[in-house]
Nanobody, 126 residues
């Protein structure tokens, strides 16, 4: 059974940093493309970042590029999202998502992926 468990969220001030983790079980993270998506209050799911199965290709939403870094630990079967220079508009529930492919799907597909964790809340105060 595929399970994804996010952690690491919290309340930070503008300019602060957080590192989100997504512990995976039931599959090997390096066999699939993995992503982070988020949902701000009153809004729909928004794609944030993806990594392909090989780990060599990463994509970012333009508004987070240069501030967020996606990575993973194959030994720990865990996906990470390092978030620096956080802004109030980054406030959302963050989810990790598993794709069914090794390549990175389009953002439209990523936000509909059925395998997603329960989410972790990130709140950035101004």
């Amino acid at each position: 059974e595929v399970q994804l468990v996010e952690s690491g969220g919290g309340l930070v001030q503008t300019g602060g940093s957080l590192r989100l983790s997504c512990a995976a079980s039931g599959f090997v993270v390096s066999d699939y493309s993995m992503s982070w998506v988020r949902q701000a209050p009153g809004k729909g799911l928004e794609w944030v970042s993806s990594m392909n199965a090989g780990g060599a290709v990463t994509n970012y939403l333009s508004s987070v590029e240069g501030r967020f870094t996606i990575s993973r630990s194959n030994a720990e079967n865990t996906l990470y999202l390092q978030m620096d220079s956080l802004l109030p508009e980054d406030t959302a529930v963050y989810y990790c998502a598993k794709s069914s492919t090794r390549y990175i799907p389009s953002p439209k597909v990523v936000v509909t992926e059925p395998h997603r964790g329960q989410g972790t809340q990130v709140t950035v105060s101004s």
